[in-house]
């Protein structure tokens, strides 16, 4: 059975950090490129980063650009967000999506609530 479970969420005031993790299991993490997405209240979900499958490339939104550091750990299936200098923009929740290019293959977790406090 394949499951993301988002960890990390929570409350914090702005300018502060918070890392979310993804663990994953029910299929072979190393094989599939993992991003994490937002959805705020009333708008689309968005990408915000996303991490090949090695961790050899990343990429990030131009809005957590310098702020928000995507990373990988294959050996824990685990995927993390490092947020950083937190703004009142970035609450939402966040997802954890795991794809695997060429086969149509995609996952997403249940996602976990980042608040900011001005």
């Known amino acids: 059975q394949v499951q993301l479970v988002e960890s990390g969420g929570g409350l914090v005031q702005s300018g502060g950090s918070l890392r979310l993790s993804c663990a994953a299991s029910g299929f072979t993490f190393g094989n599939y490129a993992m991003s994490w997405y937002r959805q705020a209240t009333g708008k689309e979900r968005e990408l915000v980063a996303s991490?090949?499958?090695?961790?050899?490339?990343?990429i990030h939104s131009d809005s957590v650009k310098g702020r928000f550091t995507i990373s990988r750990d294959n050996a824990k299936n685990t995927v993390y967000l490092q947020m950083n200098s937190l703004k009142p923009e970035d609450p939402a929740v966040y997802y954890c999506r795991a794809r695997r290019a060429g086969l149509g293959l995609a996952y997403w977790g249940q996602g976990t609530q980042v608040t900011v406090s001005s």
């Open positions: 991490i090949s499958s090695f961790g050899v490339s990343t």
